[in-house]
């Protein structure tokens, strides 16, 4: 009943930059943490930038310093810039939220977005 749909991830060359975002729509109450994670062929898929509902952030350390993960309340929508982009940023890059459905039956949600594809060439 909470979809979330991102867009923004292409081809790029090293050293170049993208900008992802995701929207969530549907039942929602509130949103308490949103977060992009990423999966290379083979490998699992791991947090990458989150932030929660008071501006909060975190990152993987090798993304420090070139990403920047931000949130906009009002629409719902998380973003995450990524400049200085490295081959090893390839991959398949999936938004994350969670929050309340319903305050007053206690329904709440933890959804996933459908992917979007980051290819970084060397």
């Known amino acids: 009943q909470v979809q979330l749909v991102e867009s923004g991830g292409g081809l790029v060359q090293a050293g170049g930059s993208l900008r992802l975002s995701c929207a969530a729509s549907g039942r929602i109450f509130s949103i308490d943490t949103m977060g992009w994670y990423r999966q290379a062929p083979g490998k699992q898929r791991e947090l990458v930038a989150r932030i929660n509902s008071a501006g909060i952030t975190n990152y993987v350390d090798s993304v420090k310093g070139r990403f920047t993960i931000s949130r906009d309340n009002a629409r719902n929508t998380v973003y995450l810039q990524m400049n200085v982009l490295k081959p090893e940023d390839t991959g398949a890059y999936y938004c994350?939220?969670?929050?309340?459905?319903?305050?007053?039956?206690?329904?709440?949600?933890?959804?996933w977005g459908q992917g979007t594809q980051v290819t970084v060439s060397s």
């Open positions: 994350n939220a969670n929050g309340v459905v319903n305050p007053h039956d206690g329904s709440w949600f933890d959804g």
